[in-house]
């Protein structure tokens, strides 16, 4: 049985790593031959729960210092597409806000299914189809 | 920035994302001699929800001074995170600059 493909990248929870880490997810989609449209929309998606780590994991009046976020993308057998964005840092359940908030509805929209786990950091697991050269193998 | 004809150009490229928040939210400024804006993104290849909320931030503002703006979108993840927002209403967008600028016109004489 062949081993799922895998991805783990860590970094500090900072804006100007987020590209970097979206730009390695495509790189590593595109390696297994996802199709363009699928390959923008799970980048996509893991760019908003990247952007909400760094923006919110955080936060400079914590008294914590700033940490990582890691990303953990895994293709399984049957062509199903993992991505968890993770972090150590603290989550706080916002009001909604008219006009902001758009992250949650994007990830939303593009995953099949999506789970936000606060008991150690946050972990935002998100699981796509995908249709992909890779899952025919 | 660019001006003719009475209608402002705001012209933004490449990934507009969580790092270039401030840059997006420097670019897109009002003058009080607007008329009419084109937001012009055919050539952004990506975009965030924090680049959406400064869209539509800007687009708020000027709809309350009753400035047309339209945005050019050339490119299909542009196209999809804007549906996936839930934000396809908020916009006036086109993927054709001449029917943007017809718009303009028309609008900003109104």
Redesign the interface.
């Known amino acids: 049985m062949r081993q799922p493909s895998e991805l783990r990248l860590s970094c500090p929870a900072q ?2 790593y ?2 970097r880490i ?1 730009h390695a997810l495509a790189a590593f989609l595109e390696a297994l031959a996802f199709d363009n ?1 699928l390959r ?2 799970v ?2 998606a893991a ?2 729960a990247l ?1 909400n780590a ?2 919110h994991a955080y936060p400079s009046d914590s008294g914590k210092a700033a940490g990582d976020l890691q990303l953990l993308a895994r293709v399984h057998s049957g062509g199903r597409l993992s991505v968890d964005v993770s972090d150590r840092g603290s989550f706080i359940r916002r009001e909604p806000v008219p ?5 949650l ?2 990830i939303r ?2 995953a099949r299914q999506m789970s936000i786990d606060t008991s150690r950091g946050t972990c935002v697991s998100m699981t796509f189809e995908a249709p992909s050269a890779a899952s025919k193998r | 920035m660019s001006s003719g004809n009475s209608i402002t150009t705001i012209r933004l490229s490449g990934e507009l994302e969580i790092s270039r928040k401030q840059e997006i939210r420097d670019a897109l400024r009002r003058s009080s001699e607007d008329r009419a804006i084109l937001i012009d993104l055919a050539d952004v290849t990506y975009a965030d929800s924090i680049a959406l909320t400064e869209l539509l931030r800007f687009c708020v503002s000027a709809q309350r001074e009753a400035i047309p703006v339209a945005l050019l979108v050339q490119t299909p993840q542009f196209a999809r995170v804007v549906e996936y927002a839930g934000l396809a209403g908020a916009f006036k967008t086109f993927n054709d600059r001449d029917a943007a600028f017809t718009y303009l016109t028309v609008a900003g004489k109104e």
């Open positions: 804006s100007r987020v590209a979206r449209d923008d929309d980048t996509t760019g908003e952007a760094v923006e006009g902001r908030g758009f992250g509805r994007i929209a593009i």
